[in-house]
């Protein structure tokens, strides 16, 4: 005698098809565009009213929902939100049977359509694409399925490579095209051109004013978050990469460099640092500046000074801006800085500074440690000497202005500039054409490098005859003699201050120096 065991109730439309009551199979239909134009829009809710009227008409079907996405890519699933959460709840047992337009709706990534349709398959739910006529668990559905995703992603490839191209071309006109949802003192106007924010480039001016005054990135991070400040993301976290980033960006000096970075994968949208791999495109004066040209370079300048930052050894020292003098004090006699140090001299608290080879035993070094009070008096000293022979040192400033105009060109760069503008155009026709032009990026790379370290040059004599004009206003209008220290006037003033046995020199930016004896 044989006796049939019916099958257990499983999660697929398998269930519905051997229980006693036949049951109606939950069928949800999976909708994606990949644009947000208002074309693309219309077929996203054409597709979905379809589907809908698609699933409710059949008598076999019960409607189990439309997963819809608008406006995501179909290359990775990654962040298809609505995709994985039909899969999840397929996996739940909340839907029989899928429906989809096409096997590029699904998604065109060979692999992923497989590995999804495949584990939707052990789960007795297969997926059924319109357009070709396919149902996943037919028998010869995998196969039919495996040539035809790999077409879809043939087909993606070959579009990403299009608007890759499309993209470039737009570089070589000079369109420059920016994400201002997360870019600080900048949003869009109707033309989609750059427009400043003025609550935002606020902060902006002072990120970059606190760098030139001394600050480090960590510490005007730190400043920002305790102040409320947002950041371009509306978060009120602030790190010292973030700091990083907005000072070494040209954007905010009204310039343009495009395509910083770019896709090595185009189906996991992997992106990488242009170093060179890709031709990269600079646009002069492409929008409002937040910060003048000359404010920017002084700060590229500073900051690879505080990178190169060395002992009298050759050994890179770490930058700190805490004090108004910190890297400022020199020792006489070996070379090394001074640093801050608090000190406890038998329940005497005080603050001095000290040689830092001394410091740290690294050499042979005896110069004196000075105290931090000491310090600002003769600071102070200094400044009062200058007022009261201030028609001595306004001739020597007058000396030092006229030095430093002597050696202004100021015709280099605009020579380097029409060379430019005639190599790009060059460029740009190459490019057009298909043709080879990697002597002439070349080329452009080694003007561009060229002018901006002539412009930095021509950028520090700028700032010197600022300093010399700062001190000539500082004696102009001061009547009287200091009292009180003001760090204010050490940032603004004060280039080195080295310290011997006996004396400090102090050596001003303007090129005036002082000797006070301790």
């Given at each position: 005698?044989?006796?049939?065991?019916?099958?257990?109730?499983?999660?697929?439309?398998?269930?519905?098809?051997?229980?006693?009551?036949?049951?109606?199979?939950?069928?949800?239909?999976?909708?994606?565009?990949?644009?947000?134009?208002?074309?693309?829009?219309?077929?996203?809710?054409?597709?979905?009213?379809?589907?809908?009227?698609?699933?409710?008409?059949?008598?076999?079907?019960?409607?189990?929902?439309?997963?819809?996405?608008?406006?995501?890519?179909?290359?990775?699933?990654?962040?298809?939100?609505?995709?994985?959460?039909?899969?999840?709840?397929?996996?739940?047992?909340?839907?029989?049977?899928?429906?989809?337009?096409?096997?590029?709706?699904?998604?065109?990534?060979?692999?992923?359509?497989?590995?999804?349709?495949?584990?939707?398959?052990?789960?007795?739910?297969?997926?059924?694409?319109?357009?070709?006529?396919?149902?996943?668990?037919?028998?010869?559905?995998?196969?039919?399925?495996?040539?035809?995703?790999?077409?879809?992603?043939?087909?993606?490839?070959?579009?990403?490579?299009?608007?890759?191209?499309?993209?470039?071309?737009?570089?070589?006109?000079?369109?420059?095209?920016?994400?201002?949802?997360?870019?600080?003192?900048?949003?869009?106007?109707?033309?989609?051109?750059?427009?400043?924010?003025?609550?935002?480039?606020?902060?902006?001016?002072?990120?970059?004013?606190?760098?030139?005054?001394?600050?480090?990135?960590?510490?005007?991070?730190?400043?920002?978050?305790?102040?409320?400040?947002?950041?371009?993301?509306?978060?009120?976290?602030?790190?010292?990469?973030?700091?990083?980033k907005i000072l070494e960006n040209e954007?905010?000096?009204?310039?343009?460099?495009?395509?910083?970075?770019?896709?090595?994968?185009?189906?996991?949208?992997?992106?990488?640092?242009?170093?060179?791999?890709?031709?990269?495109?600079?646009v002069d004066d492409d929008h409002p500046?937040?910060?003048?040209?000359?404010?920017?370079?002084?700060?590229?300048?500073?900051?690879?000074?505080?990178?190169?930052?060395?002992?009298?050894?050759?050994?890179?020292?770490?930058?700190?801006?805490?004090?108004?003098?910190?890297?400022?004090?020199?020792?006489?006699?070996?070379?090394?800085?001074?640093?801050?140090?608090?000190?406890?001299?038998?329940?005497?608290?005080?603050?001095?500074?000290?040689?830092?080879?001394?410091?740290?035993?690294?050499?042979?070094?005896?110069?004196?440690?000075?105290?931090?009070?000491?310090?600002?008096?003769?600071?102070?000293?200094?400044?009062?000497?200058?007022?009261?022979?201030?028609?001595?040192?306004?001739?020597?400033?007058?000396?030092?202005?006229?030095?430093?105009?002597?050696?202004?060109?100021?015709?280099?760069?605009?020579?380097?500039?029409?060379?430019?503008?005639?190599?790009?155009?060059?460029?740009?026709?190459?490019?057009?054409?298909?043709?080879?032009?990697?002597?002439?990026?070349?080329?452009?790379?080694?003007?561009?490098?060229?002018?901006?370290?002539?412009?930095?040059?021509?950028?520090?004599?700028?700032?010197?005859?600022?300093?010399?004009?700062?001190?000539?206003?500082?004696?102009?209008?001061?009547?009287?003699?200091?009292?009180?220290?003001?760090?204010?006037?050490?940032?603004?003033?004060?280039?080195?201050?080295?310290?011997?046995?006996?004396?400090?020199?102090?050596?001003?930016?303007?090129?005036?120096?002082?000797?006070?004896?301790?």
């Open positions: 005698m044989v006796r049939t065991i019916p099958p257990k109730p499983q999660i697929g439309n398998n269930a519905a098809r051997h229980t006693e009551t036949v049951k109606k199979l939950r069928v949800a239909a999976y909708v994606r565009v990949s644009t947000e134009n208002e074309e693309q829009q219309t077929s996203f809710e054409a597709q979905y009213e379809h589907y809908y009227d698609y699933i409710t008409n059949h008598p076999a079907w019960e409607f189990a929902g439309i997963y819809a996405d608008d406006g995501i890519s179909a290359v990775s699933t990654k962040y298809r939100e609505q995709f994985n959460k039909m899969i999840q709840d397929c996996m739940d047992g909340k839907i029989d049977y899928v429906v989809t337009k096409s096997i590029s709706r699904f998604a065109r990534n060979t692999v992923d359509c497989l590995n999804f349709v495949r584990k939707l398959k052990d789960k007795n739910i297969p997926v059924f694409f319109e357009k070709e006529g396919i149902e996943s668990t037919d028998q010869r559905g995998e196969i039919m399925l495996t040539i035809l995703a790999s077409l879809a992603q043939q087909e993606s490839e070959s579009l990403s490579q299009n608007v890759k191209i499309g993209m470039q071309y737009r570089f070589q006109q000079g369109k420059v095209m920016v994400n201002c949802a997360c870019f600080l003192g900048y949003d869009k106007d109707a033309d989609g051109k750059l427009v400043i924010n003025p609550e935002q480039a606020e902060v902006v001016k002072r990120i970059f004013r606190e760098y030139l005054e001394g600050a480090s990135c960590i510490k005007i991070a730190k400043g920002l978050e305790r102040d409320g400040m947002l950041t371009g993301r509306g978060k009120t976290r602030w790190y010292d990469s973030t700091v990083k954007k905010y000096m009204g310039d343009a460099l495009l395509q910083k970075t770019y896709t090595t994968d185009f189906l996991q949208k992997k992106r990488v640092k242009n170093t060179g791999i890709m031709p990269q495109y600079y500046a937040i910060i003048p040209k000359e404010l920017f370079l002084a700060v590229q300048e500073e900051m690879a000074r505080r990178g190169s930052v060395e002992d009298c050894k050759g050994r890179k020292r770490s930058f700190s801006a805490n004090h108004c003098f910190t890297r400022l004090i020199v020792c006489g006699e070996c070379g090394d800085q001074f640093n801050r140090i608090h000190w406890n001299n038998r329940g005497k608290k005080s603050i001095v500074w000290r040689c830092s080879t001394r410091l740290h035993k690294t050499g042979d070094c005896h110069a004196r440690t000075v105290n931090e009070e000491t310090l600002k008096e003769a600071f102070i000293e200094a400044l009062n000497r200058i007022l009261a022979d201030r028609q001595e040192y306004l001739v020597q400033l007058k000396k030092n202005i006229q030095s430093v105009l002597t050696g202004i060109d100021p015709n280099a760069t605009v020579e380097i500039d029409a060379k430019l503008s005639n190599l790009e155009r060059q460029l740009v026709a190459k490019a057009e054409e298909h043709e080879d032009y990697t002597d002439i990026a070349s080329e452009i790379y080694a003007l561009r490098k060229q002018r901006d370290e002539l412009t930095m040059s021509e950028n520090a004599r700028n700032d010197y005859l600022k300093r010399i004009e700062e001190l000539e206003s500082f004696i102009d209008e001061q009547p009287t003699k200091i009292n009180n220290f003001e760090e204010s006037l050490v940032k603004r003033m004060l280039k080195r201050a080295t310290v011997y046995e006996d004396r400090i020199i102090f050596e001003f930016h303007s090129g005036v120096n002082v000797e006070v004896n301790m």
